[in-house]
């Protein structure tokens, strides 16, 4: 197995019928690398709910069932050029590779239930996903707020953009902004209980869940009840939507906060991963593989 799906380089050959790239130029390859193109959801845009399932970008199979496919940890890879995305050249080319799964993961759900102006937004956890949510959020127009469960973490949240930073277990400022957000993105993976986050949404507005928790939610009916409210899930974005959200993070100048590391660091960085001791992404450096 070859991992790695968040993948920034430069074009260095092409196929004979490839027409979308020229050698040189700077691209990126996200999540998957095939899908049918086909169904209903592939012809609507929304490819990543290809309903045949899409191809993955690494540790998968092509639809024959028979082709591997191997991710960006290598020198080169190769890949239909529909699935091989432009780079503003103005963005700084470490902090990219991020924004191909972690960044469209947050802008996507941000589009999808229309962040931006008047609207409040609130991002749980301030990781790869949130410090990102924060600063796509901010770069919409709406005002952010970052709960957090880590003191230590206001200064950055401020930094990218929130204007608001909770602590999750300030009961008190949780009863006061009761009913007062429009969107709140759960970005964090650890078992936690959401429903006192439900309290805090307004009249039809929606909980998104996009970090992966362990364990199953247990949800209380009636704050999804009171106030109509929803839990929803949302999962990266189509090849148009990545592309887009390039195209907006070029124009806003975002990038991801990251540390780039070479091969040879691969091992501790998995380990600072684990202790939650980065800021806010590992990248590693191809050329030294």
Same mark, same amino acid.
């Given at each position: 197995?070859?991992?790695?799906?968040?993948?920034?380089?430069?074009?260095?050959?092409? !196929?004979?019928?490839?027409?979308?790239?020229?050698?040189?130029?700077?691209?990126?390859?996200?999540?998957?690398?095939?899908? *049918?193109?086909? *169904?209903?959801? *592939?012809?609507?845009?929304?490819?990543?709910? *290809?309903?045949?399932?899409?191809?993955?970008?690494?540790?998968?199979?092509?639809?024959?069932?028979?082709?591997?496919?191997?991710?960006?940890?290598?020198?080169?890879?190769?890949?239909?050029?529909?699935?091989?995305?432009?780079?503003?050249?103005?963005?700084?080319?470490?902090?990219?590779?991020?924004?191909?799964?972690? !960044?469209?993961?947050?802008?996507?759900?941000?589009?999808?239930?229309?962040?931006?102006? =008047?609207?409040?937004?609130?991002?749980?956890?301030? =990781?790869?996903?949130?410090?990102?949510?924060?600063?796509?959020?901010?770069?919409?127009?709406?005002?952010?707020?970052?709960?957090?469960?880590?003191?230590?973490?206001?200064?950055?949240?401020?930094?990218? =953009?929130?204007?608001?930073?909770?602590? =999750?277990?300030?009961?008190?400022?949780?009863?006061?902004?009761?009913?007062?957000?429009?969107?709140?993105? /759960?970005?964090? /993976?650890?078992?936690?209980?959401?429903?006192?986050?439900?309290?805090?949404?307004?009249?039809?507005?929606?909980?998104?869940?996009?970090?992966?928790?362990?364990?199953?939610?247990?949800?209380?009916?009636?704050?999804?009840?009171?106030?109509?409210?929803?839990?929803?899930?949302?999962?990266?974005?189509?090849?148009?939507?990545?592309?887009?959200?390039?195209?907006?993070?070029?124009?806003?100048?975002?990038?991801?906060?990251?540390?780039?590391?070479?091969?040879?660091?691969?091992?501790?960085?998995?380990?600072?991963?684990?202790?939650?001791?980065?800021?806010?992404?590992?990248?590693?450096?191809?050329?030294?593989?």
């Amino acid at each position: 197995m070859v991992p790695g799906h968040e993948i920034v380089g430069n074009v260095i050959a092409l !196929g004979s019928q490839a027409t979308s790239h020229k050698v040189g130029d700077l691209v990126g390859v996200g999540v998957f690398v095939n899908a *049918c193109r086909e *169904c209903a959801n *592939c012809v609507s845009g929304e490819d990543q709910y *290809c309903l045949k399932g899409t191809v993955p970008t690494y540790n998968g199979f092509e639809y024959d069932g028979t082709t591997p496919t191997y991710g960006g940890y290598s020198k080169e890879i190769v890949v239909d050029e529909r699935y091989v995305l432009r780079v503003p050249s103005s963005l700084q080319l470490s902090g990219v590779a991020p924004l191909l799964c972690a !960044g469209i993961t947050l802008y996507s759900p941000l589009k999808h239930w229309n962040a931006g102006p =008047g609207k409040r937004v609130g991002v749980i956890g301030l =990781g790869g996903l949130g410090h990102l949510g924060v600063k796509l959020a901010h770069a919409m127009g709406a005002e952010v707020t970052v709960f957090s469960h880590s003191a230590n973490k206001e200064a950055d949240a401020r930094m990218f =953009g929130a204007k608001n930073f909770v602590l =999750g277990n300030d009961e008190a400022k949780f009863a006061e902004l009761a009913n007062s957000f429009d969107l709140i993105l /759960s970005t964090v /993976s650890a078992d936690m209980d959401l429903n006192p986050y439900l309290k805090l949404l307004s009249l039809d507005s929606t909980l998104a869940i996009i970090g992966l928790p362990g364990k199953p939610m247990m949800i209380q009916a009636f704050n999804l009840l009171d106030q109509r409210r929803s839990i929803s899930g949302s999962m990266i974005g189509g090849v148009r939507e990545t592309q887009e959200m390039l195209d907006f993070c070029g124009q806003h100048g975002i990038v991801s906060d990251v540390e780039v590391v070479s091969a040879n660091q691969i091992n501790e960085a998995y380990d600072r991963t684990v202790k939650s001791d980065v800021k806010y992404r590992f990248v590693i450096d191809a050329a030294t593989f």
